[in-house]
């Protein structure tokens, strides 16, 4: 609905400057053909100076007509004639006389209305006690509005009017008679309307009833009356006893005030109006798609039709033209024109938009992205074709304009050419961005497809960022070119800037050409967990064009600049070792410390958590060597990346339990370090045996 708003603004734009700047002259034609007094003008400056060169001409369509000012002060005066010549006309009668003869009908009219008014209401009080409509309550309120408001109104005029023939011919015979025919018309036309909507009253069509019938009422009567006056100060007889130019004046203002105030209900009772077209029944529903979907459509579109015929109606009754019927033929196809427009607009949005996610997958995501740019160029095409066909409904034809004049061609060309350019930077970025996105889509049979690497979802978003930039900055230059602005100022004045950005940020030029090449060369993905030669360690949560984003076991968050980056120990690629070195005793039965390490390394095997992290069996390396401790015993899983940790736990924990129960097989502990001390010269001898004075103590042998 944009570009349809944005066609019907430049649409009006050339329907104002139309008449002027067709008198241009047409290339190709001879100067014979073309008077000398008015040569073809030169436009210049693309679509911003084909517009400026009609801005004159616009602005002088855009004054008010002064003859229909005229023509409504000289009715005013007239009309102000009139009254002074109804108060001092000479009569046989008094003014209390007059006066009395409205009184007195309206007496009438209003006594018999309000005695038909009790008797109604009295009857429906008995027959909704009836069995027959004791439930129905459809029926009752049917009747609640018939019988004490409609029939006393069809009534109480007749007899109104039979009255009427008792009394002479005055002035105010004929005012009781237009507002007894006016009051009598807006109670029956609400009367009627209400009884129309009562019949909606079912399911959940009840609370839109229920809202048109609490703030309907009033309304409806208000217009009714202000209808029905200003059509009885229309008539002859009302027009020869008040005035012509007075009661032609009162009755433009309340039919003016009747359209108004039409226009504000329909506005205000257009959402529950559109419920009750709308809802229908569930078994309808799915019987019939096609009607269902058609009142939807139309229960959005309903009041416009309204809307222009209250617009027409009020250009009709100001009399901006002189010829109101050519004015309200062309309003009544325009109005058509209208309705089919946004009706098959919203039919082929219907048409591409209502397909399920199944076809989608099945047709493929180029197609239905093409599919979607189809749409939107018909809608543009239909758009255009819109404002045709109403510039030639009210005598205007742009293909014409844009033809055979100077300023048309200009801006025709220029549009074209903007539309060109639109249009082919919207292709390349469809086919790219659509690339894209299948590319980091994870596939939907994942056991049988290949998922996306982490090199992909971390290169492919930066790229896809890299082209938007570049293909907006394109349009915009080119589009620039296109309006007349001129350029080169703009691309002389950016590539002086970027010079200067360029030395003045070194580091940041060195960070952008580092993270580039981290990047294409796969050292690092997002989900990685990286050491860096920095000192920070973490999972790489993010990658932007300068900064690598990491997050520490502490839950921290680190960002580095790739500038600081020298070296990398990436974690996450492939697979990991979860490398186990155990040390035992000298007494130790090292075929029984071998058997265990197995059997510990095949429970994890059979562990059905800790086995999808393993990518092989247990390797036993043996005595990797031996010290003063004792035996040291290696074994190794390979693991996926990641993994090697909770494998590690989980050896340990089991190897722990199964030597704690085996008599064979012991734990290592270190020794301390010897420390020798030196001797005293006189060691103090006791029972003939020298005893040193510090003697080296070293420590018990583990006992078994």
Excluded at 45 to 56: E, F, P, V
Excluded at 66 to 80: P, Y
Excluded at 92 to 101: C, E, T, Y
Excluded at 137 to 162: D, F, H, K, M, W
Aim: aromatic letters at 8%.
């Amino acid at each position: 609905m944009i570009r349809l708003k944005t066609a019907i603004l430049l649409g009006t734009l050339l329907f104002f400057g139309s008449e002027e700047l067709q008198a241009a002259a047409i290339p190709g034609v001879p100067a014979a053909a073309t008077p000398a007094a008015h040569p073809e003008p030169l436009v210049q400056g693309g679509l911003l100076g084909a517009i400026s060169s009609s801005i004159d001409d616009i602005q002088s369509k855009l004054n008010l007509d002064r003859d229909l000012l005229d023509a409504w002060r000289l009715r005013a005066d007239r009309a102000a004639d009139e009254v002074d010549q109804l108060v001092n006309r000479p009569s046989a009668r008094s003014s209390w006389s007059v006066a009395g003869d409205f009184l007195l009908l309206t007496a009438v009219w209003a006594g018999v209305f309000g005695l038909l008014w009790m008797f109604g209401k009295f009857l429906t009080e008995r027959l909704c006690r009836h069995r027959v409509l004791l439930s129905r309550e459809r029926g009752q309120a049917l009747l609640a509005y018939v019988l004490p408001y409609s029939i006393p109104a069809l009534i109480s005029l007749p007899l109104t009017i039979y009255a009427s023939q008792l009394l002479p011919v005055s002035a105010g015979r004929a005012l009781a008679l237009c507002f007894a025919y006016a009051t009598s018309s807006g109670v029956f036309a609400a009367s009627l309307v209400m009884s129309l909507v009562v019949l909606f009253n079912v399911g959940h069509k009840r609370r839109a009833v229920q809202i048109i019938r609490q703030d309907s009422p009033r309304p409806l009567f208000a217009i009714g009356f202000l209808v029905a006056l200003s059509d009885a100060l229309t008539s002859p007889q009302i027009a020869h006893q008040l005035g012509n130019n007075l009661t032609s004046s009162i009755a433009v203002f309340t039919g003016l005030a009747a359209s108004i105030s039409f226009g504000l209900l329909v506005l205000r009772m257009r959402r529950p109006v559109a419920q009750v077209i709308r809802i229908l029944p569930l078994a309808q529903r799915r019987a019939q798609p096609a009607l269902r979907e058609t009142l939807r459509i139309f229960s959005g579109l309903w009041y416009w039709p309204i809307l222009l015929m209250v617009l027409v109606s009020i250009v009709n009754l100001i009399g901006i033209g002189d010829d109101n019927q050519q004015v309200l033929r062309s309003a009544l196809l325009t109005t058509v024109l209208l309705i089919a427009t946004v009706f098959l607009s919203t039919t082929l949005h219907h048409l591409f938009k209502s397909r399920s996610e199944s076809d989608v997958r099945r047709s493929g995501a180029y197609k239905e992205r093409f599919l979607s740019l189809s749409h939107a160029l018909l809608r543009i095409a239909m758009a255009i074709v819109f404002i045709d066909i109403l510039g030639r409904i009210w005598g205007v034809s742009l293909f014409d304009f844009a033809v055979s004049n100077a300023v048309g061609r200009a801006i025709s060309d220029s549009l074209s050419h903007i539309g060109l350019i639109f249009l082919v930077t919207w292709m390349v970025w469809v086919v790219l961005d659509t690339a894209i996105q299948e590319a980091l889509k994870p596939p939907a049979n994942k056991r049988g497809a290949r998922q996306p690497s982490t090199r992909i979802k971390t290169i492919l978003p930066l790229l896809r960022n890299a082209i938007k930039i570049i293909l907006v900055v394109i349009c915009a230059i080119t589009t620039m070119a296109n309006l007349g602005i001129n350029v080169a100022p703009f691309l002389a004045g950016a590539g002086v800037i970027g010079l200067a950005i360029g030395f003045g940020s070194q580091q940041l030029v060195q960070d952008v050409i580092t993270g580039l090449f981290i990047i294409i060369e796969d050292t690092l993905s997002i989900g990685d967990w990286v050491v860096l030669d920095s000192g920070h360690a973490g999972t790489v949560e993010g990658l932007t064009i300068r900064t690598l984003r990491l997050r520490d076991g502490k839950g921290f968050v680190h960002s580095v600049p790739f500038g600081q980056i020298k070296a990398v120990t990436n974690q996450s690629r492939q697979f990991a070792y979860a490398f186990f070195s155990v040390q035992f005793t000298y007494d130790t039965d090292v075929d029984k410390a071998i058997e265990l390490i197995r059997e510990a390394g095949h429970s994890i095997s059979e562990d059905p958590f800790l086995r999808y992290n393993l990518q092989g069996p247990l390797d036993v390396f043996g005595v990797d060597k031996m010290d003063l401790n004792g035996v040291v015993l290696t074994a190794q899983f390979r693991t996926v990346s990641g993994g090697q940790y909770a494998v590690s736990r989980a050896f340990n924990q089991r190897l722990k339990k199964l030597v704690d129960n085996s008599p064979w097989v012991h734990f290592a502990q270190t020794y301390p370090q010897q420390v020798l001390m030196p001797r005293q010269a006189a060691e103090p001898v006791h029972d003939g045996v020298v005893e040193p004075e510090h003697a080296v103590l070293l420590p018990d042998r583990p006992h078994s």
